[in-house]
């Protein structure tokens, strides 16, 4: 009787294959037949949605840094505010800037307009004061514009001089009377010290200056009281005065440069060879020149005197 078959001991991929069939056949064959049989689908895991997002923001800033690197300053800030209107919405003008209160230089000066600064004042931690005492200490303040219609009545108005008075020479090569034009080529100006007292800022202050006056407006200033006449003297220059010729001293001259001629002679022909040696111990034996930085004060005085050259 024939023994039974043990199906279990037969490999499942193994068909009705062949006795002389090789394994390299048969495993083309099991292959084939794998491929022919549907498998598992595997499931693929979706990311999460927030490395999603912050992937989507570094993707977005590369193309938005490539966009804004390739355009100017300006074209850029067009395109903010563009960005700016459309996303939030307004109008223009709520991107102009407030110029209420920008100040220029003028306009520091004329708001803390003074001519006369008290040393306290100097001490001013204000920069606005700083800048304006430097400004009017350049001023030329050493003549006045008087008013002499009222001279008997002992009241003499006075002022300070004005930008164009300043470059005609009135008060100072012009009479300062402001009602007369006398120069000083024809009549010969004289200067007098008087004091000048007015108010300013809510405080009295007084200034001596001087007042050039003619002979006629001298007068009325000295009507009643009374002034220090500081008009500087003309040196007079004695060209015909020469000194008397002396003989003697002539002679001894003569026999002094003959004694004195060979030793410098001797001195000239040293000279120039020492004089290279001398220098050379002269630049090193000067101090080394440091720069020092400037303050704002020496920024300011630069400032008035670039100004008023």
């Not at 803390?112 to 350049?138: G, N, P, T």
């Not at 300013?200 to 001298?218: I, Y």
């Not at 040293?270 to 020149?289: A, H, R, T, V």
Request: include cysteine.
């Amino acid at each position: 009787m024939v023994d039974k078959i043990d199906f279990s001991e037969i490999p499942k991929d193994r068909g009705y294959d062949s006795a002389f069939e090789s394994d390299a056949e048969a495993k083309e064959r099991r292959r084939t037949v794998a491929d022919l049989v549907p498998g598992k689908k595997t499931r693929v895991k979706i990311a999460n949605k927030r490395q999603l997002e912050e992937e989507f923001v570094k993707e977005e800033g590369k193309a938005h840094r490539f966009h804004a690197v390739a355009k100017d300053a300006y074209a850029r800030h067009k395109e903010y505010v563009n960005n700016y209107l459309l996303y939030y919405g307004g109008s223009k003008n709520e991107f102009k800037r407030d110029t209420s209160g920008d100040k220029r230089d003028f306009d520091v000066i004329k708001e803390h307009h003074q001519f006369l600064w008290d040393e306290s004042e100097a001490a001013e931690v204000s920069w606005e004061k700083r800048l304006a005492k430097k400004y009017y200490d350049k001023l030329f303040k050493e003549y006045c514009i008087a008013d002499l219609s009222r001279y008997k009545e002992n009241k003499i108005g006075m002022r300070w001089r004005i930008e164009q008075e300043v470059i005609d020479g009135k008060g100072q090569f012009i009479c300062g009377n402001k009602a007369c034009k006398e120069t000083e080529d024809e009549s010969g100006l004289r200067s007098w010290e008087v004091n000048f007292a007015y108010v300013e800022s809510g405080q009295k202050k007084n200034a001596l200056v001087k007042l050039r006056l003619c002979p006629d407006c001298s007068y009325k200033l000295n009507y009643r009281s009374k002034h220090k006449d500081v008009t500087k003297k003309k040196k007079k220059e004695n060209a015909n005065l020469t000194a008397p010729s002396q003989p003697n001293t002539k002679k001894k001259r003569h026999s002094d440069e003959s004694t004195a001629g060979p030793s410098q002679n001797d001195r000239a022909d040293k000279s120039p060879k020492d004089k290279g040696d001398i220098e050379d111990q002269e630049i090193w034996s000067q101090p080394l020149k440091v720069t020092e930085e400037k303050s704002r004060e020496d920024e300011f005085e630069c400032y008035f005197t670039n100004m008023f050259l």
